[in-house]
Structures are given as structure tokens and as C-alpha cells.
């Protein structure tokens, strides 16, 4: 079993809204014969026709990072600022988004959070400007990917790096360098903290992108495999995003290996531990997960602006079979005591529904008020999630 990947140096699971604040845990067929002049159009506009085709921002972020990615955090940051009702981009704007985003637990799966009034000061984006940002972490490297929105000027935004000290690409899709030295200067001049991953950086014109990293080569191996959309080497990942009805405003996606580590009661104390063993010979069998996501979501359809998000978690599994002995085992889980976490799961969230559809099992969960259950369930020990 993995040991869990570490969070980057700007830790993004202990990302608060304020200094010294604490707070919780945290896919082109062309049919028929066409012309050329068609042709030429198709061709001038692939990038973003594929961009915005079928699927969620979500499928096809994940679509973009390295195949080889063991853990992707997502934030909606659009949708963030919509549900907030949070507009501008100046210091007081970015402020108000970062305290309230933390207050509804929706920052806990940003690799922005810290880094956000640097970002926003310097580098003409931040998460009160940019549709969306996943953060891609494997054993090699971690990737952020950045959704600029359509109204970004790429150009624009190079020049900002140069005039920061970054040393511009040969090519408009090359890798714009800064470093540890460009950054530290950063940090120092404005009192804020970087994060690491902004040191190399790439733009992505046609579909308005940026994708960040702390190591150059990482970035050029991702550079390379953004160039074509692909799934990611661990199969239970997409299966567990198809169990989601809607973009979500934030989520942590693990492959099962990942989740079977991060997420195992093997990090709890000896007394938690023969707790859950208790607890599971109660509720029954479970298997090893083959994908986990976490996920919090818009109300749905009849719930208002500012009803209550929706929780849903997707567990993956080998077999239809297994996902059916699991649904019961994980239901009774998740409506018992949360040995390791502390107290009870209905502490952080009241059980909807539970079902399984072919390999993958569906949690619907109301959250608790109050309660931060995407920063306390993502990372371990997570019982009704263990392997």
C-alpha cells in the first residue's frame, strides 16, 4: 500500500482565509465528405471545439493531466464566486471570496488559496478571475491546471511574466521560467506566500489555459500529454467520475491505490483501530476501492441559490458483485461512529441514499450544518471509505 502523496509546500489541505486562522482538515469523427474550406475551418477551430464539447470542466481537466496522476483536486471557481455571490478582483474582492469560500469549505481542495493576492497583484489571475483550477499530484510531480476563461489574453498575461523576471519561451506554447530565485524576490517584495508551483508556467491559447508546476521537466512531460485528451492510467478514476450529476463546486479524486493509503484506518491510534475492527465485522465484507471521489455540489434542481450543497461520495470497484456487497457494508458504515475522525459520520452528515450501479457505489449525503466534511473526509482515516 502507497503511502498518501504529500500536499506541495503551500499545503492546500490546511489552506485558511486569513493568517494565523485555523481551521478543519483539509473526452473528431468527420462524417460523409466535406470540403475543403470546411476542413480549414475544422482545423482552425479543434482546440476549442474539443475543449467544449461533451463532459464536464471536471472529466476534461482530468482528461489533461498526466496519465500517471495518483490525486486531483478540483475547485470551481467560478461556480464558487456565483454561489457567493462574490464579484471584483481587486484586494477586498479576493479577501471576501477567500474568508466565505472557506467558511462554505469550499477551499480546502485548492492549490490557490495561500498564493491567491500574489496572484491577483502580479500575475493578472487568481481565483476571483478564473473559471477553475485541478491540481494534479503523482509520486514524480504536481501540475496545476488553470481554466482562464474565454476573456483571458494570453499575451497579455506573458508580458506580466517578463516584466516579473520570468524568462520568456522561444515559442508562445514554451515553458516560462522563473524558479525558486524569481519567486522568492516575489514573495519577499509583496509579503505574500507563493506557491511552489508557480516557478514554471505554459499557456494554453486555444483553450485559454495555464498550466503551472515547481519543476520544469514535469511540465514539459505534461505539456506533452496535454496535447491529446487521455484517461488516466488507474480505469476506476473515470468510472467513479461518471457517478457525479453536475459539475462539482469542489472535489478530491483518488485512483483506488492512493485511496486504499490516504484514506486507511492504518493511520489511526490502536484503539481507533480495534474500534473499526469492531464496527466492520458488524456491517460486513468490503473490497478494495479502484477509485474514491469526494465531491460537494450545486443544490439540485429544486433547491435555491442558497439551499444547502449536496455531498456525494463514488467508490469504484473490481466487480458489479462487490459494488453490491459494498453498498450495504459502506451504507452502515457511513451512518455509524467515525473511529479515528472523532465522534459520529452524522456529525458531519446525514446518509440520503446509498446504491449501487454496476461496479461503482454512490453515496448521497446531506451535510451537516456547520460542518466541513470535504476538509475532514479526504484525508484519512476515512472508515466507511477503507480497504
Do not use: K
Not at 483553450?207 to 480505469?235: I, K, N
Not at 453498498?327 to 441514499?353: I, K, N
Amino acid at each position: 500500500m502507497p503511502e498518501p502523496l504529500a500536499a506541495p509546500a503551500t499545503d492546500p489541505s490546511s489552506s485558511g482565509p486569513a493568517e494565523g486562522r485555523r481551521g478543519p482538515r483539509r473526452a473528431l469523427v468527420v462524417a460523409g465528405v466535406v470540403t475543403l474550406t470546411l476542413l480549414l475551418i475544422a482545423a482552425l477551430g479543434v482546440g476549442v471545439r474539443w475543449w467544449r464539447g461533451p463532459g464536464s470542466d471536471l472529466e476534461r481537466a482530468v482528461a489533461l493531466a498526466p496519465a500517471e496522476t495518483q490525486r486531483w483536486t478540483w475547485t470551481d471557481w467560478a461556480g464558487v464566486r456565483e454561489r457567493l455571490q462574490v464579484e471584483g478582483t481587486d484586494d477586498d474582492a479576493v479577501r471576501r471570496l477567500l474568508d466565505e469560500s472557506f467558511d462554505a469549505d469550499l477551499t480546502s481542495a485548492s492549490g490557490l488559496v495561500e498564493s491567491a493576492p500574489l496572484l491577483a497583484r502580479s500575475f493578472g489571475w487568481s481565483p476571483a478571475s478564473i473559471d477553475w483550477e485541478l491540481l494534479a499530484q503523482s509520486p514524480d510531480g504536481a501540475l496545476e491546471v488553470v481554466g482562464l476563461g474565454e476573456d483571458a489574453d494570453t499575451g497579455e498575461l506573458g508580458d506580466r511574466l517578463e516584466s516579473l523576471g520570468y524568462t520568456r519561451p522561444g515559442s508562445p506554447e514554451g515553458i516560462w521560467e522563473g524558479g525558486e530565485e524569481v519567486l522568492a524576490r516575489l514573495n519577499a517584495a509583496n509579503g505574500a506566500a507563493g506557491t511552489p508551483t508557480l516557478q514554471f508556467m505554459a499557456f494554453d491559447e486555444d483553450r485559454s489555459l495555464v498550466l503551472t508546476s515547481d519543476q520544469r521537466s514535469y511540465l514539459e512531460r505534461a505539456l506533452e500529454e496535454a496535447a491529446d485528451d487521455h484517461e488516466p492510467d488507474a480505469a476506476g478514476v473515470t468510472d467513479v467520475l461518471d457517478t457525479l450529476p453536475a459539475q462539482p463546486l469542489s472535489a478530491v479524486v483518488l485512483t483506488g491505490e492512493q485511496a486504499c493509503g490516504a484514506l486507511s484506518m492504518g493511520q489511526a491510534g490502536e484503539s481507533d483501530q480495534a474500534a473499526a475492527d469492531e464496527l466492520l465485522a458488524q456491517a460486513g465484507p468490503v473490497n478494495p476501492l479502484t477509485g474514491f471521489v469526494l465531491a460537494l455540489l450545486p443544490p439540485g434542481d429544486d433547491g435555491g441559490a442558497q439551499a444547502p450543497l449536496d455531498l456525494r461520495v463514488g467508490l469504484g470497484f473490481e466487480s458489479e458483485e462487490q459494488a453490491r456487497t459494498n453498498a450495504d457494508t459502506r451504507a452502515a458504515l457511513a451512518a455509524g461512529p467515525a473511529p479515528g475522525q472523532g465522534g459520529a459520520f452524522s456529525d458531519r452528515f446525514s446518509v440520503d441514499e446509498v446504491t449501487a450501479d454496476g461496479t461503482t457505489v454512490t453515496l448521497d449525503l446531506t451535510p451537516a450544518p456547520g460542518a466541513y466534511p470535504l476538509s475532514d473526509l479526504s484525508d484519512g482515516p476515512v472508515l466507511f471509505a477503507t480497504c
